[in-house]
């Protein structure tokens, strides 16, 4: 398997296993991310967006090994980042943990994007 394709597997990896994380452990899920659900409903939306989304698209990577999948779920993690990003200069939010989130999901993105690399 070429190094590209292994690179764009640990990230789809990677996504799948934050997506399980998120499923079935929704509590942890909130920790890690700093969010606080209200009720039912926020456990709910922790399953949901942080469990079968994320688990959704790292399956879908992993299956389909489709380079245009690859890239759509490497783009939406190099989005989260710049949404990280853009916290940093309109909030004002310089804590290590968020810095630490670019870091996280730039280089997830990038795994995921390494067979579109030129």
């Given amino acids: 398997m070429p190094l590209d394709?292994?690179?764009a597997n640990a990230g789809a990896t990677a996504?799948?296993?934050?997506g399980c994380l998120g499923l079935f452990a929704p509590?942890?899920?909130?920790?890690?991310?700093s969010i606080s659900p209200i009720g039912r409903t926020g456990v709910s939306?922790?399953?949901a967006t942080?469990?079968?989304?994320f688990a959704a698209l790292g399956l879908a990577c992993l299956i389909t090994q489709s380079t245009p999948?690859?890239?759509?779920a490497g783009t939406a993690?190099?989005?989260?980042?710049?949404?990280?990003l853009w916290s940093v200069a309109i909030d004002g939010n310089h804590e290590p943990k968020n810095l630490g989130g670019i870091a996280f999901e730039?280089?997830?993105g990038l795994l995921l994007l390494a067979p579109t690399a030129v």
């Avoid at 942080?50 to 989304?53: A, C, I, K, M, T």
């Avoid at 999948?69 to 759509?72: D, K, L, N, P, Y």
């Fill in 15 to 18: 996504t799948l296993l934050l």
């Fill in 106 to 108: 730039l280089a997830i």
């Fill in 50 to 53: 942080y469990g079968g989304l």
């Fill in 27 to 33: 509590a942890r899920a909130a920790t890690f991310t």
């Fill in 45 to 47: 939306e922790i399953r």
């Fill in 5 to 7: 394709s292994i690179a």
């Fill in 69 to 72: 999948v690859f890239t759509t």
């Fill in 77 to 84: 993690w190099v989005g989260a980042a710049a949404g990280r």
